[in-house]
């Protein structure tokens, strides 16, 4: 593992996506976390909260993360 390298995983949050167009997007970040794994490369996760009435609001579902 090189010590520069992580895989950052932004935002992939409930109120992020609808449905119909979220499967193959986490398909592909499984895909690329598992192999993170493996080769034992960091993962970061960043999760965005947002104030009253947006999609991400905190303690909502919507800033629940989805990889």
Do not use: C, W
Not at 34 to 58: D, N, V, W
């Amino acid at each position: 593992m090189d010590s520069q390298v992580a895989l950052m995983v932004i935002d992939v949050q409930v109120g992020m996506f609808h449905e119909n167009n979220s499967d193959v997007l986490l398909r592909n970040i499984k895909l690329l976390t598992e192999q993170a794994r493996s080769s034992k490369t960091p993962i970061i996760y960043i999760q965005h909260s947002a104030r009253p009435g947006r999609a991400l609001e905190h303690g909502t579902p919507g800033p629940k993360l989805l990889a």
